[in-house]
């Protein structure tokens, strides 16, 4: 009956188990399909693999699984190839590298390298990519157009070509920006049948006083030297660091700060002492000598007796850090753990046992310590167990004993407690009481000692 009950109650609980660990259909792809057969039911850890349409470039995962009713990872796109045709080629005076001018299907991700007709400059870069079905032809400026007058000026940047009253079609002049200035856009700009192509822009960069930085607390990390003002390049970073004995203050755990010069003003952060009030210590004590501690100054700890410092770096001292003291001005109570015996026993059993505690380990029948004792006692201090434990109690034996004169039965290399043994010696030229003699092995050794 009950094994029937069990029975029904699986089929009760199974569709709701199931029901738990199924994911919906995957999703279908654009111009790709799920590969692997179809199911009625995708079950937890079940799998689907995507594959692209031919020309078209699988990006993200191949294979995704359903994991929690959900399918991970997201599923793939499929990248459309790029299309050039020969009429965009001529209308542009453009050839494909090698000279050839003729319809073209560059897959995503991959490039092509153009050249322009003859008599026309080509503006770089001359290699473009495809991405995702769209590709930037690059522009070819003949060479037989109207000539341009002086190239125009860019603020916080100069040109670095020599200087011309008048410039042919299809020449250029290239560009840099001035200090800590980042150039946005290409360095070089043509002239294209009386007009130039577009100038690039110098961006402004990020301005930090070091007044500032002063004020706050605050270095440059890594040492950037500068009297007046540090300048960061439009995106890039710098770190700032707390000076020594500081840590930030909207985050006391850390000492150091990132920022990134996006065309923002930047926001400096601030920095304060790092400070320690004297430590509350329960079952302990210290000298205290001051209200306030500093970062790096150190305390001794002195524990009541029967307890240690929690974490004791072996100085018994602790320091003020940025997180606090350290390690945690605590003491703890000194606990010993419940030692294992082999072949004994332990007197009081208890699962811990603290400061001064005593137990007495009791070797079982027929075993002793190394020692050569049944009982033996062991105390709880400040460095675990005195003595050291665990003590292995055993088994009493006796060897094989050496006698002139005589022989014995039986002869074994060991013997074990209570074990006995008959020792013969010979007539001649000796004279005994006995002629024989029966010995036992005892925790003692031999009873009575074996001799003729």
């Given at each position: 009956m009950k094994n029937w009950l069990l029975l029904v109650a699986a089929f009760i609980l199974l569709p709701?188990?199931?029901?738990?660990?199924?994911?919906?259909?995957?999703?279908?792809?654009?111009?790709?399909?799920?590969?692997?057969?179809?199911?009625?039911?995708?079950?937890?850890?079940?799998?689907?693999?995507?594959?692209?349409?031919?020309?078209?470039?699988?990006?993200?995962?191949e294979w995704i699984?359903?994991?929690?009713?959900?399918?991970?990872?997201?599923?793939?796109?499929?990248?459309?190839?790029?299309?050039?045709?020969?009429?965009?080629?001529?209308?542009?005076?453009?050839?494909?590298?090698?000279?050839?001018?003729?319809?073209?299907?560059?897959?995503?991700?991959?490039?092509?390298?153009?050249?322009c007709n003859e008599g026309y400059v080509l503006v770089a870069p001359s290699v473009r990519k495809c991405a995702d079905g769209h590709m930037e032809l690059p522009l070819?400026?003949?060479?037989?157009?109207?000539?341009?007058?002086?190239?125009?000026?860019?603020?916080?940047?100069?040109?670095?070509?020599?200087?011309?009253?008048?410039?042919?079609?299809?020449?250029?002049?290239?560009?840099?920006?001035?200090?800590?200035?980042?150039?946005?856009?290409?360095?070089?700009?043509?002239?294209?049948?009386?007009?130039?192509?577009?100038?690039?822009?110098?961006?402004?960069?990020?301005?930090?006083?070091?007044?500032?930085?002063?004020?706050?607390?605050?270095?440059?990390?890594?040492?950037?030297?500068?009297?007046?003002?540090?300048?960061?390049?439009?995106?890039?970073?710098?770190?700032?660091?707390?000076?020594?004995?500081?840590?930030?203050?909207?985050?006391?755990?850390?000492?150091?700060?990132?920022?990134?010069?996006?065309?923002?003003?930047?926001?400096?952060?601030?920095?304060?002492?790092?400070?320690?009030?004297?430590?509350?210590?329960?079952?302990?004590?210290?000298?205290?000598?001051?209200?306030?501690?500093?970062?790096?100054d150190l305390i001794r700890i002195r524990c009541d007796s029967g307890f240690i410092l929690e974490n004791d770096n072996g100085e018994k001292v602790i320091e003020c850090t940025k997180n606090g003291w350290s390690p945690s001005p605590k003491c703890i109570q000194i606990q010993c753990p419940t030692p294992e015996v082999t072949n004994g026993d332990i007197e009081p059993r208890q699962t811990q046992y603290v400061y001064n505690n005593e137990i007495e380990i009791t070797c079982s029948k027929r075993f002793l310590f190394k020692v050569i004792r049944r009982k033996y006692t062991s105390i709880c201090t400040a460095n675990g167990w005195d003595p050291s434990l665990p003590l292995q109690c055993h088994e009493i034996e006796c060897s094989l004993p050496q006698v002139e004169f005589g022989r014995i039965q039986p002869s074994q290399p060991l013997y074990r407690n209570n074990e006995e043994i008959e020792i013969t010696c010979s007539r001649w030229p000796f004279v005994t009481r006995n002629r024989k003699k029966v010995s036992k092995c005892t925790a003692n050794g031999w009873d009575p000692p074996v001799s003729c």
């Open positions: 709701g188990y199931y029901s738990q660990n199924v994911c919906e259909e995957p999703d279908d792809i654009d111009f790709g399909e799920i590969v692997t057969t179809g199911k009625a039911k995708y079950l937890e850890n079940d799998q689907v693999q995507y594959s692209c349409y031919p020309g078209y470039v699988l990006e993200g995962p699984q359903c994991r929690g009713q959900e399918w991970t990872p997201q599923p793939p796109k499929c990248l459309a190839p790029c299309h050039i045709t020969r009429q965009q080629l001529a209308t542009k005076n453009l050839f494909v590298f090698g000279g050839q001018r003729r319809k073209k299907i560059i897959p995503s991700n991959q490039n092509l390298q153009f050249q070819c400026i003949s060479e037989q157009g109207e000539k341009c007058n002086g190239p125009p000026r860019i603020e916080n940047g100069d040109i670095i070509s020599l200087s011309e009253k008048q410039y042919r079609s299809g020449s250029s002049v290239e560009f840099r920006c001035q200090n800590y200035y980042a150039m946005e856009g290409q360095n070089i700009s043509f002239c294209d049948n009386g007009n130039w192509t577009k100038v690039p822009i110098c961006l402004e960069p990020c301005m930090i006083p070091m007044a500032e930085l002063e004020s706050r607390k605050i270095e440059v990390k890594d040492g950037m030297n500068t009297s007046d003002n540090a300048f960061v390049q439009r995106g890039y970073s710098i770190e700032l660091t707390c000076r020594t004995g500081y840590v930030l203050e909207a985050d006391t755990s850390q000492s150091i700060s990132k920022i990134h010069c996006d065309g923002t003003p930047p926001v400096i952060p601030k920095c304060k002492e790092i400070r320690c009030n004297p430590p509350g210590i329960s079952n302990g004590y210290f000298r205290s000598r001051r209200t306030i501690y500093y970062d790096g």
